[in-house]
T-cell receptor, first 112, second 115 residues
Framework: QKEVEQNSGPLSVPEGAIASLNCTYSDRGSQSFFWYRQYSGKSPELIMFIYSNGDKEDGRFTAQLNKASQYVSLLIRDSQPSDSATYLCAVNIGWAGTALIFGKGTTLSVSS | GAGVSQSPSNKVTEKGKDVELRCDPI?????LYWYRQRLGQGLEFLIY????????KSGLPSDRFSAERTGESVSTLTIQRTQQEDSAVYLCASSRDRVFPGELFFGEGSRLTVL
C-alpha cells in the first residue's frame, strides 16, 4: 500500500516567518516528489519538485529530500498572507508510467 | 482549449442514479488522472491512463466506478447506483508524462452531490 503522510494542521505562522511543511512516504522505491498548493475552492497547482537527496531552492521555497529517512519537506521563507493555502505532498513511485499519489495536505495560515 | 476541461461543473443527483463525468485533457498530454476530493480532505487517487497502456485502476473504490479513455483524448468517469458517500469533487488532471511526469494540470473539477 503506497502511503503519503502529512500533518493536516492547521499550521499558523506570522507574516515574515519561515513555514516548515513535512511529508513522509512509505514506498522506499519512490523516485520523484512534488509539492502542490491548493487555495480554498480551487484546483491544485505545482510549485516545486525534487528528485535527488538534498535541498532545492526556488525563490522563497526550498524543498528538502532525504530518501534514507523517506522524508520530504517544504520551507517557505518570508511567509506572506497570500501563502495561506493547503500544501499537498505528492509522490511518484517510478519516473513515468505510474500514478502520482497525494498526501491529505497541510493547511497553512499566515497572519499579517 | 488551453487547459483541462471538465463537465459538468456541478451535478446533483438522487441516490441510486448513474452519473457520467467528462474530462477533456490538454492536447498532447499522454497521461490522464482522476482523483476524488471529499470536503476538507486530500486527493484520493482513482484511476490513471497512460497512452495506450492498460490503465491503473487500483484506486477505484468499488465496482460501481469505471472510467474509459480512447487513445489520448477525452475520458469519462461513470458512477453507477450513486450513494451519498460518493458526494465529492471529482478532479481530472493531465500531464506530459514521458517528458515531465508529476507536473499535473488540473481541471476545475466536477462537484457531485448525491441526495
Amino acid at each position: 500500500q503506497k502511503e503519503v503522510e502529512q500533518n493536516s494542521g492547521p499550521l499558523s505562522v506570522p507574516e515574515g516567518a519561515i513555514a516548515s511543511l513535512n511529508c513522509t512516504y512509505s514506498d522506499r522505491g519512490s523516485q520523484s516528489f512534488f509539492w502542490y498548493r491548493q487555495y480554498s475552492g480551487k484546483s491544485p497547482e505545482l510549485i516545486m519538485f525534487i528528485y535527488s537527496n538534498g535541498d532545492k531552492e526556488d525563490g522563497r521555497f526550498t524543498a528538502q529530500l532525504n530518501k534514507a529517512s523517506q522524508y520530504v519537506s517544504l520551507l517557505i521563507r518570508d511567509s506572506q498572507p497570500s501563502d495561506s493555502a493547503t500544501y499537498l505532498c505528492a509522490v511518484n513511485i517510478g519516473w513515468a508510467g505510474t500514478a502520482l499519489i497525494f498526501g491529505k495536505g497541510t493547511t497553512l495560515s499566515v497572519s499579517s | 482549449g488551453a487547459g483541462v476541461s471538465q463537465s459538468p461543473s456541478n451535478k446533483v443527483t438522487e441516490k441510486g442514479k448513474d452519473v457520467e463525468l467528462r474530462c477533456d485533457p490538454i492536447s498532447g498530454h499522454t497521461a490522464l488522472y482522476w482523483y476524488r476530493q471529499r470536503l476538507g480532505q486530500g486527493l484520493e487517487f482513482l484511476i490513471y491512463f497512460q497512452g495506450n497502456s492498460a490503465p491503473d485502476k487500483s484506486g477505484l473504490p468499488s465496482d460501481r466506478f469505471s472510467a474509459e479513455r480512447t487513445g489520448e483524448s477525452v475520458s469519462t468517469l461513470t458512477i453507477q447506483r450513486t450513494q451519498q458517500e460518493d458526494s465529492a469533487v471529482y478532479l481530472c488532471a493531465s500531464s506530459r508524462d514521458r517528458v515531465f511526469p508529476g507536473e499535473l494540470f488540473f481541471g476545475e473539477g466536477s462537484r457531485l452531490t448525491v441526495l
